[in-house]
């Protein structure tokens, strides 16, 4: 995994990019350091099967295959998905992880994933 974080201002409102070049089964926890609110997840899976990315929106610790998700998209086989928040979705923090099944206890790896988050 390789998260990098970016934060930009206009006149009246604060912007901040995650991406993560190759997220993997691991978590990345609290990525923007508290709450926010997401706009839209970028994704972009390059493996040969679907991967599922796992989202915990609310505080805690976060261990894979123990933690239960708040959120769940299905990624497509070779395929990009842009998921919107056309209202935003606030989040006391952000926590995601990707698995190549859908349980909640799943630590496989699902191969290639790049992910783009966009929070204010």
Do not use: R
């Not at 912007?15 to 070049?21: L, S």
Request: some cysteine.
């Amino acid at each position: 995994m390789s998260l990098t974080v970016t934060g930009f201002s206009t006149g009246s409102l604060s912007y901040k990019i995650g991406h993560e070049d190759n997220a993997s089964d691991v978590a990345s926890t609290d990525i923007f350091g508290g709450s926010g609110t997401l706009h839209a997840i970028d994704v972009n899976q390059t493996s040969n099967a679907i991967a599922y990315l796992k989202m915990k929106i609310t505080a805690g610790t976060v261990t894979v295959g123990t933690t239960q998700p708040d959120l769940m998209f299905e990624i497509p086989v070779s395929g990009a998905v842009m998921i919107n928040f056309p209202a935003g979705l606030a989040f006391s923090q952000l926590s995601f992880w990707v698995t190549d099944a859908a349980a909640y206890d799943d630590t496989g790896d699902p191969g290639t994933v790049l992910l783009t988050f966009l929070c204010s």
